[in-house]
């Protein structure tokens, strides 16, 4: 069973037109076996597939509109997920979720979620 801990959103809002780096750690099965994912509900809306990365082979996928602005890296020895958001935009607002997958029927099923971290843009 794989434990995920999502950081670096929080109370405070981001500016738009900034930064932020989204930390997600994980621990207890054996990583190699999953890819990890990062998702994200907006108010009032569903959630939605922000991108992956595989942890055996470090390959990524994005959704369309994560690609440019979005990029999802790993450090293997700290067992840490990172998302990395430039050109911060009011829409971004959302709880981000890491998720972690295994492949299944040519996707990936996401069986073990973070509790999720708070991102807030400021206009």
């Known amino acids: 069973q794989v434990q995920l801990v999502e950081s670096g959103g929080g109370l405070e809002q981001a500016q738009a037109g900034g930064s932020l780096r989204l930390s997600c750690v994980a621990s207890g099965g054996n990583l190699f076996d999953y890819a990890l994912g990062w998702f994200r509900r907006a108010p009032g809306k569903e959630r939605e597939f922000v991108g992956r990365?595989?942890?055996?082979?470090?390959?990524?996928l994005y959704e369309g509109f994560a690609k440019g602005r979005f990029t999802i890296t790993k450090d293997s020895a700290k067992n840490t997920m990172y998302l990395q958001i430039e050109d911060l935009k009011p829409e971004d607002t959302a709880i981000y979720y890491c998720?972690?997958?295994?492949?299944?029927?040519?996707?990936?099923?996401?069986?073990?979620w973070g509790q999720g971290t708070q991102v807030t843009v400021s206009s």
């Open positions: 998720a972690a997958g295994v492949r299944q029927d040519g996707g990936y099923r996401y069986d073990y």
């Open positions: 990365i595989d942890w055996a082979d470090g390959g990524t």
